[in-house]
Nanobody
Framework: VQLVESGGGLAQPGGSPKPSCVAS?????YNWMYRARQTPGKELEG???????????FYDKSVKGRFTMSRHNANNTMYLQMNGLKTDGTGVYYC????????????????????WGQGTQVTVSS
């Protein structure tokens, strides 16, 4: 199983990067996918998900209305459109699957059998 991420980098406040995650080694169309963020000095935050068909998404209130998850199952790819970036958007963003999701929050500790991308750094700075 591989989740290969790209599309991060340096962005200005208000910018709109669109990190992507290409999956292989499993049946992508069966899996819910998640986005988690690691910020220095803070716990892993995971509050965005998209269902296997791409028809249902959930966002934490801090990004709702600004971030949009989507997926293209024919290409085994998930996207995170980030609009209206704020400086607190800096962090390493991970693509995740097979990880417990409870009450709108992704479990912070990597569960056995879960799969994580290598992470893509997004730095918001003017």
């Amino acid at each position: 199983v591989q989740l290969v991420e790209s599309g991060g980098g340096l962005a200005q406040p208000g910018g709109s990067p669109k990190p992507s995650c290409v999956a292989s080694g499993f049946t992508f169309t069966y899996n819910w996918m998640y986005r988690a963020r690691q910020t220095p000095g803070k716990e892993l935050e995971g509050r965005q998900t998209i269902n296997s068909a791409g028809t249902t998404t959930f966002y934490d209130k801090s990004v709702k209305g600004r971030f949009t998850m989507s997926r293209h199952n024919a290409n085994n790819t998930m996207y995170l459109q980030m609009n209206g970036l704020k400086t607190d958007g800096t962090g390493v963003y991970y693509c995740v699957t097979n990880q417990p999701w409870r009450q709108g929050v992704l479990a912070a500790s990597r569960a056995p059998g879960s799969h994580w991308g290598q992470g893509t750094q997004v730095t918001v700075s003017s």
